[in-house]
């Protein structure tokens, strides 16, 4: 039988490495792509390789330095604050980044054959970014399959889910210590529980909290 591929939009943070995992636990041959947009935080890249050549997946890393040209944003720029004010989407956001991330993956996985592309988009919490919601994920798959001539199939294991049941899945896939230990969320750069303060460690560490209790709880 031929063996089934899959390539993972991978940035070496929780979610994409629990999308890593479920890929691994699922396809013969996965491969992760990781994207250089000139990051706040070069260490982003460097966890991404280390985790890549950890679980003895290849890992290619691409330059898509022409984002931070498009749209300087916090991310990527000293000089913008962090910040996301109510009713606003946040100054990390990026107008139709996840849009281009996919479509240059797509480009890359129907060179090696592989049909399915995993994405760690998530709608649960939602921070108002159109791009990473369903409607626009099956949306692109078909434009995808169309404008290739190709029959890829977008898979989002955490659209749905929230933090805490992220980190479910991350131990029902026996990687719960390693995405803890290993993954970088933080956007001070911390990797594992990183800073504790900052808005993405502090949803990180609420999942995680909630996950533990509803564990204890279990047993
Ligand atoms: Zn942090």
């Not at 629990?18 to 890929?23: D, E, G």
């Not at 390789?49 to 300087?72: C, F, M, S, T, Y």
């Not at 996919?102 to 760690?120: E, H, M």
Request: aromatic share 10%; charged share 20%; with cysteine.
């Amino acid at each position: 039988m031929e063996k089934e591929k899959a390539v993972v939009v991978f940035s070496g943070g929780q979610d994409s490495t629990t999308c890593l995992f479920w890929a691994l636990e699922r396809y013969d041959v996965v491969e992760a792509i990781t994207f250089d947009y000139g990051q706040r935080h070069w260490q982003e890249l460097e966890v991404a390789a280390n985790i890549a050549k950890e679980l003895g997946v290849n890992h290619r890393i691409l330059d898509l330095n022409l984002l931070n040209q498009l749209a300087p944003n916090a991310l990527t720029r000293n000089d913008v604050a962090i910040e996301h004010k109510e009713g606003q989407l946040p100054s990390t956001f990026v107008d139709g980044r996840n849009h281009l991330f996919l479509s240059f993956v797509a480009v890359i996985a129907k060179q090696l054959d592989a049909r399915n592309i995993i994405t760690g988009v998530c709608e649960t919490d939602f921070s108002g970014y159109p791009d990473c919601r369903d409607i626009f994920i099956k949306s692109l798959n078909v434009t995808l399959n169309l404008s290739m001539d190709y029959n890829f199939v977008i898979h989002t294991p955490l659209m749905w889910i929230n933090k805490a049941e992220t980190w479910a899945l991350a131990d029902e896939l026996g990687a719960f210590d390693f995405i803890r230990e290993k993954t970088l969320t933080c956007y001070n750069g911390i990797i594992g529980n990183g800073c504790g303060e900052c808005p993405a460690c502090k949803l990180r560490l609420a999942g995680m909290d909630q996950f533990l209790l509803e564990k204890g709880a279990k047993i």
